[in-house]
């Protein structure tokens, strides 16, 4: 997505580590703007297929997921990271580790929310080395519910998470792919496959 | 709101500890129809009072402002409570107590996204004793910016944050707002500001 790939350029900033700093139009500070062409892109791409839930994890996660339920009609269900009083104890559970939070935590979503016969669109921020992707597929598979697919805006291609899981036959659909990126130079994949 | 108070009426779960789950369709599952309605009564409350920002916490008061977002055609920023490797340092900071988390958490948003001249409308799902509302309001004076008001979903008006926050010269507009509640039966305060 070509205005997604410019934003990034304009505004987006490499920190130490090979992190992305979006946080000036996507996942601190949201564009609305911008996020709404996202929504209806997301849509545009999986608008055949029959998608019931869109699911996501929180926090960043959720403002895409529900830019995109707008197109979809359909309700956004995210997986939490912490148990709090108001959550029952019936809940599908995994693991997931984070780079950028360091470390690993517990994700779940209760079981009423998700079911066998849920048609479900996985929706993040970020596409690193696939850890949450990875969670939340498993969230879905222990529901017996049916996965789509998964739709995130900015993939990191060079960290491999997106590849992998393509391999295992999802799929999977990033707004804009980075192949490389530097302090002076971020390069995206092109829609062909090759570096731009 | 009538939709709203129906939706808890007909769906909500009165939990021990004075707990009101509403993960139904509001903070776990977010049922897109109705969420759009509540942004559009946000924008209808705060609509002539030239708000340039949103403003939330994680995770649960995301969805919400970007529903409002729409409207607004305003930009939203969330305060995050954990530190990530993409977050600057130069951040406005405090405390929050969480009684649905049971602890205190560290709440902060980067000093480049809020700023004097900024007009602040803060949302959130919930408001029962006013904590998360307070810090939010902190950061906002900390950044020297407008505070408008504050938009929640649900107030639970007999534990007091919203009638503190009111008296203090706040503007709370509350969709719907619980004067009490028992297994048996949720009583709303009725616009005139009478319980019915």
Redesign the interface.
């Known amino acids: 997505m070509k205005l997604l790939e410019e934003r990034i350029l304009r505004d987006g900033k490499v920190?130490p580590?090979e992190?992305?700093?979006?946080?000036?139009f996507l996942?601190?500070?949201?564009?609305?703007?911008l996020?709404?062409e996202i929504g209806k892109d997301i849509h545009a791409h999986f608008s055949g297929d029959g998608v019931t839930k869109l699911m996501t994890i929180?926090?960043s996660g959720?403002?895409i997921a529900?830019?995109a339920?707008?197109h979809?009609?359909?309700?956004?269900?995210?997986a939490?990271k912490?148990k709090?009083?108001?959550?029952?104890s019936d809940c599908y559970t995994t693991e997931v580790v984070?780079?950028?939070?360091?470390g690993k935590s517990t994700v779940f979503?209760?079981k009423?929310?998700l079911r066998a016969g849920d048609r479900v669109l996985i929706i993040d921020d970020f596409l690193a080395h696939g850890e949450a992707l990875r969670g939340l597929i498993e969230l879905v598979r222990q529901a017996g519910a049916e996965l789509v697919g998964c739709a995130v805006a900015v993939e990191k291609g060079f960290q491999g998470g997106g590849d992998e899981l393509r391999a295992k036959g999802v799929r999977v659909y990033s707004l804009a792919i980075i192949d490389s990126m530097t302090d002076d130079e971020i390069v995206f994949r092109s829609e062909d496959g090759s570096a731009s």
């Open positions: 920190y580590g992190v992305l700093k979006v946080g000036g996942n601190h500070l949201i564009d609305d703007g996020l709404e929180e926090a959720i403002a529900c830019y339920a707008r979809f009609h359909a309700p956004v269900l995210f939490k912490s709090t009083a108001n959550i029952s984070s780079y950028t939070h360091g979503v209760e009423e929310y």
